[in-house]
């Protein structure tokens, strides 16, 4: 089971709110699917600036594997305030932890909505769903 103290996207990406801040990432999911399952396959990540402005569902950044490029979307909208420097060196961060030390970015939210986000139980049927 996912943790199930965030919220998840149709497109893979989670987010854990905490008071009027925010972290972001992919699931692990996302990391098997481009990967498959070899940490060394994930080459390239591309995250924002400190500073930008992200809204709701608008691609903030990009994830190479050797099989696929992924764009990564926000589920909620605020601002950059950190990003996680650690993962753009070493995916094989994201790849084995992306619940925890493999989050990507870190928002001052402009909006606490989570509307139309999964919570685990739906992520894992959406997930369990996607398969067949």
């Known amino acids: 089971m996912r943790p199930d103290d965030r919220k998840y996207t149709t497109t893979h990406e989670w987010v854990k709110i905490d008071g009027d801040t925010?972290?972001?990432g992919i699931t692990d999911f996302a990391v098997q699917e481009l990967s498959n399952g070899n940490t060394s396959d994930l080459v390239y990540c591309d995250?924002?600036?400190v500073g930008r402005e992200v809204k709701a569902g608008q691609t903030f950044g990009e994830i190479e594997s050797v099989k696929a490029v992924s764009d990564l979307n926000s589920p909620v909208s605020g601002q950059v305030v950190e990003?996680?420097?650690t993962i753009e060196e070493h995916l094989e961060v994201l790849a084995k932890d992306p619940w925890t030390t493999g989050w990507m970015v870190k928002l001052k939210l402009s909006s606490k909505s989570v509307d139309g986000l999964m919570d685990a139980a739906a992520y894992e049927k959406f997930v369990a769903d996607s398969k067949h």
């Open 47 to 49: 995250l924002p600036e």
């Open 83 to 85: 990003i996680n420097h």
């Open 22 to 24: 925010a972290l972001l």
